[in-house]
Antibody, heavy 115, light 107 residues
Framework: EVQLVESGGGLIQPGGSLRLSCAAS????????MSWVRQAPGKGLEWVSV???????YYADSVKGRFTISRDNSKNTLYLQMNSLRAEDTAVYYC?????????WGQGTLVTVSS | EIVLTQSPDFQSVTPKEKVTITCRAS??????LHWYQQKPDQSPKLLIK???QSISGVPSRFSGSGSGTDFTLTINSLEAEDAAAYYC?????????FGQGTKVEIK
């Protein structure tokens, strides 16, 4: 059974850093496109980043230069390093399998950026 | 960036009615358009991929059509459990983008 379990969210001050983790089971992270998608409170879905199976990475303009997607193949885990956080980064962050069609989603982890 | 515009933003529907949600892309995306359902306090769920391809386990009352710039998600004979937000998503070119969402309420 495919499972994605995010962790690492929480309350952080503006300008701070946070690293989200997504532990995957039931499939191999490195063999798939893996994405992060976020959802601000009461708002719609926003694509954040993708890492291809070959290792190429891409980002939304809103996070480029501040966020870094990566994976640890030995731990079958996806990460999102978030630096220079802003209030507008407040959202539930979903880890997801796929970058084309997204066929599995985690339960999400809430990141709140506030002083 | 490709902009996806859904209509309507909100729809209140009685059970067994037919629901049609449209998604228009700002430029041609071929068939690289996918639909998701998100129920309150849940993660999104893939309903339709590549405009019209069905997904295992998704009820057959959900169907998709379209290509190029205009796409449609149809729910035949709406059921109470279909109350949710519905989103389209394009993977034709980076950055991937989502429509703003359509909320379907059951009367």
């Amino acid at each position: 059974e495919v499972q994605l379990v995010e962790s690492g969210g929480g309350l952080i001050q503006p300008g701070g850093s946070l690293r989200l983790s997504c532990a995957a089971s039931g499939f191999t992270v490195s063999s798939n496109y893996m994405s992060w998608v976020r959802q601000a409170p009461g708002k719609g879905l926003e694509w954040v980043s993708v890492i291809y199976s070959g290792g190429s990475t891409y980002y939304a303009d809103s996070v480029k230069g501040r966020f870094t997607i990566s994976r640890d193949n030995s731990k079958n885990t996806l990460y999102l390093q978030m630096n220079s956080l802003r209030a507008e980064d407040t959202a539930v962050y979903y880890c997801a399998r796929g970058g084309l069609e997204i066929d599995y989603w985690g339960q999400g982890t809430l990141v709140t950026v506030s002083s | 960036e490709i902009v996806l515009t859904q209509s309507p933003d909100f729809q209140s529907v009685t059970p067994k009615e037919k629901v049609t949600i449209t998604c228009r892309a700002s430029q041609s995306i071929g068939s690289s358009l996918h639909w998701y359902q998100q129920k309150p306090d849940q993660s999104p769920k893939l309903l339709i991929k590549y405009a019209s391809q069905s997904i295992s386990g998704v009820p057959s009352r959900f169907s998709g059509s379209g290509s190029g710039t205009d796409f449609t998600l149809t729910i035949n004979s709406l059921e109470a459990e279909d109350a949710a937000a519905y989103y389209c998503h394009q993977s034709s070119s980076l950055p991937w983008t989502f429509g703003q969402g359509t909320k379907v309420e059951i009367k």
